[in-house]
């Protein structure tokens, strides 16, 4: 929306006008001091420039700094106030591209961009981005303002920079931007969406639960509201890289909690019989049974040769299982009973043949004792998490059991790590998975069987707080299974607050939000027996 400016305009902001120093509203300049509070620019220019504070001698129109993301603020009230024909950067940096961006704006403008899935504006060659305002004439702002970067407040100098560029800046009667309309840009105001993807580490998601479901309940979650949205060959994902699951009770889930999902526990144990199943169905490129107990030949020929020459006497393929479990009986702590299931002879075809054959996305098994059981981590190449990650958790607590059985260790935790995690929003599972991150609104533990909630454990252990009123003193002792760990004193919840992050104490969220509570609670009450 343009409104006509008046023959001699004077300054108005459209936004955060408590937060910007008015000098000569009429003035053609704007100073913009980054991250230096006005208070310290004040002292410096009433020193060295004095003029540049008077109204009645002064080009400067308004002085502001960029707190609060605050550059999108400041074009749109410099497109409401086109006056202003020339802005100088002074101030503090923090070693920021603040100054670069800016600049990298006026001389290159601005392109089309998608941040968390929606459309924007992102300044060309920078990370920085507007939003998609159809209102906002970055080509008037190229045009009609030109840009100074002066340096920090500490240059004995700028003072004298400062007077004479003002001395040389051009003056804005008859330009060509002269009596140019005002514009008025909205700023969104609204929250996200439900469905838009709220910013992440993407490849740094990881989840530590009981169960099978368990674990898949909190990945779906997590993908529905923070995969990043790609365009594959086959169509669009929601996809999280390398993300991890930790299932420390890997058992099976009751039955009617799987059907309320949508799965089947029989073809659950279906799949668990055909995934140790060596044979390979004519017309199929792989099966993980296969792979895993009748492809290889251990120390000679692989794949397709020892299929191909098996009538000419060629060596029987070797059961990579029967191998891990052999490890492990000669050696318990052993770290190499590990299993390839990729065959990069194979499965990493030239691109043209890429079509022609399906590869594994199961690529490696490792068996490793730990705590006097067997542990299993699994790494998948590309995970559909919709239908296909819970079933193959399945098959892995099947193919754990086997090794398990065969070594003679119970069975540990079973550790998924997905290269690629994804979504396909297409899916009829799909408005399921909204729904789960809907509901989603505790971080307790959840007995399937009975529906009720327990406290999470944090498994670096937990803490008892309580404050001394002698000494004046919070206490927080760090315990774990009734062991006192380390002692925790200092007369400010916040002291002890850093140095539990500085060790590491605690992993869970919803633990550090309960520890924060209970230390300011502590602080509180001796704040009280003081008074």
């Known amino acids: 929306m343009a409104t006509s400016a008046p023959s001699t305009a004077s300054f108005e902001a459209l936004y955060h006008g408590d937060r910007l120093q008015l000098v000569n509203p009429t003035g053609d300049v704007g100073i913009v001091t980054l991250w230096s509070p006005w208070r310290t620019v004040e002292r410096k220019l009433a020193a060295d420039a004095p003029e540049l504070l008077d109204p009645a001698r002064s080009r400067v129109a308004v002085i502001a700094n960029l707190y609060g993301d605050g550059m999108y603020a400041m074009f749109c009230n410099l497109l409401y106030n086109p006056q202003v024909r020339h802005l100088i950067a002074i101030g503090q940096d923090l070693g920021l591209d603040t100054t670069r961006e800016i600049a990298a704006f006026l001389a290159d403008g601005l392109e089309d961009a998608e941040l968390l899935g929606r459309p924007v504006k992102r300044i060309r060659g920078m990370h920085r981005v507007f939003p998609a305002a159809a209102e906002f004439d970055d080509a008037r702002l190229r045009a009609g303002l030109s840009f100074h970067p002066l340096g920090k407040l500490s240059d004995p100098l700028l003072g004298e920079q400062l007077t004479k560029l003002m001395r040389e800046l051009p003056r804005a009667s008859g330009g060509p931007l002269d009596g140019a ?11 996200a969406d439900a469905d838009m993807t709220l910013p992440s580490e993407v490849g740094a998601h990881q989840v530590v639960r009981p169960r099978p479901l368990d674990c898949w309940d909190e990945l779906v979650v997590r993908a529905v509201r923070f995969g990043r949205r790609v365009e594959l060959r086959d169509g669009p994902r929601l996809e999280l890289l390398n993300a991890k699951a930790v299932i420390t009770d890997p058992a099976e889930d009751p039955r009617a909690a799987l059907a309320e999902r949508g799965f089947e526990l029989d073809r659950f144990h279906a799949y668990q019989r055909r995934i140790l199943q060596p044979e390979l169905p004519e ?15 251990l120390g000679g020929t692989t794949g397709a040769a020892v299929r191909g020459s098996a009538a000419g006497g060629a060596p029987a393929s070797t059961d990579t299982l029967q191998a891990a479990i052999d490890k492990l009986r000669a050696d318990p702590r052993t770290r190499g ?22 590869k594994p996305c199961l690529t490696t098994l490792f068996f490793r004792t ?8 699994a790494t998948y190449r590309a995970h559909n998490l919709l239908t296909a990650w819970l079933e193959n958790v399945y098959g892995l607590i099947a193919i754990q059991r086997h090794v398990a059985n065969g070594t003679g260790i119970e069975p540990g935790a079973i550790t998924v790590i997905s290269h690629s995690l994804g979504i396909d929003p297409r899916n009829q599972r799909y408005e399921l998975a909204r729904t789960l991150a809907q509901r989603w609104t505790r971080d307790d533990d959840v007995d399937h069987a009975t529906g009720k909630t327990s406290l999470r454990e944090d ?36 002291e002890i607050e850093h140095q539990v992050a500085a060790d590491m104490a605690v992993t869970l969220v919803s633990h550090a939000l309960w520890l924060g509570h209970e230390l300011a609670r502590a602080e509180q009450r001796l704040r009280g027996s003081s008074a």
Request: charged share 30%; aromatic share 10%; proline share 8%.
């Open 181 to 191: 309309e005002r514009i008025r840009v909205p700023i969104p105001t609204d929250v």
């Open 283 to 297: 017309g199929i490129s792989y099966t993980y049974g296969n792979r895993l107990r009748g492809h290889f030949e």
């Open 337 to 358: 009973a590990y299993v390839s299931l990729w065959d990069t002879a194979e499965d990493l075809p030239p691109a043209a043949d890429e079509a022609r054959r399906s």
């Open 370 to 377: 730990a705590a006097d059981r067997l542990t299993l981590t």
């Open 459 to 494: 498994p670096n252990g937990y803490f008892v707080v309580s404050p001394d009123p002698e000494r004046r003193l919070i206490v927080a002792e760090h315990r774990f299974g009734g062991v006192l760990l380390k002692r925790y004193e200092a007369a400010r919840a916040v």
